[in-house]
């Protein structure tokens, strides 16, 4: 089966760094989701790893490394509007989407 | 373009009774999915469609039938609503041509069964 970890809540401040890590353990894989969703709002795509590596889009990256079921998103200068959760997804051996519960991100001025 | 719609958007229901939830796009998606999201978990799939005239199960199908009898629209169906079955759902979207795998998701329905 498959499995996704990630923590449920963090705080950062405005201007910091933040690193959200998610685990996940699977059979199948084709690929990893990064979406991020405003409270009471629909989930909105931020990125997408199928290679090991970082891949970088602005203030946002994100980083997979498939041997060690990996991955981590990465905020850089945190602006206010950055308060929201933030989704891992796991595309599995099916292409469908397996998803994690979701990172709160708490930003304090 | 309105891309993904769900009607409605808030919804109270009593035990037993019944529903249906439309999710309609005009991106000319192939793939269609519902979802449904609960405090605490991650998104998990009721059931979705990969091209008109076709539907299969998810993750947690029971108590929910769908159908895709146009393109543009998935229709989510309670027969007998329970309390269980509180929860945000979200219809979401996918071009299906597998070069492309983002899903893009509706503004959400927040169903209450009492």
């Known amino acids: 089966g498959q499995n996704i970890d990630q923590p449920t809540e963090m705080t950062a401040t405005e201007g910091a760094i933040v690193q959200i890590n998610c685990t996940y353990q699977t059979s199948g894989f084709n690929g990893l989701f990064w979406y991020q969703q405003h409270a009471g709002e629909a989930p909105t795509f931020l990125s997408y790893n199928v290679l090991d590596g970082l891949e970088e889009k602005g203030r946002f990256s994100s980083f997979l490394s498939r041997s060690k079921g990996y991955s981590y998103l990465l905020l850089k200068e945190l602006q206010m509007k950055d308060s929201a959760s933030y989704l891992c997804a796991l595309m599995d051996s099916n292409y469908q989407l397996i998803w994690g519960a979701g990172t709160k991100l708490i930003i304090k001025p | 373009n309105a891309g993904v719609t769900q009607t409605p958007k808030f919804r109270v229901l009593k035990t037993g009774q019944s529903m249906t939830l439309l999710c309609a796009q005009d991106m000319n998606h192939e793939y269609m999915y519902w979802y449904r999201q609960d405090p605490g978990m991650g998104l998990r799939l009721i059931h979705y469609?990969?091209?008109?005239?076709?539907?299969a199960k998810g993750e947690v199908p029971d108590g929910y039938n769908v159908s895709r009898l146009k393109k543009q629209n998935f229709l989510l169906g309670l027969e007998s609503a329970a309390p269980s079955q509180t929860s945000v759902y979200f219809c979401a979207t996918e071009r299906g041509d597998r070069d492309t795998d983002t899903q893009y998701f509706g503004p959400g329905t927040r169903l209450t069964v009492l």
């Open positions: 469609s990969v091209g008109e005239g076709t539907t």
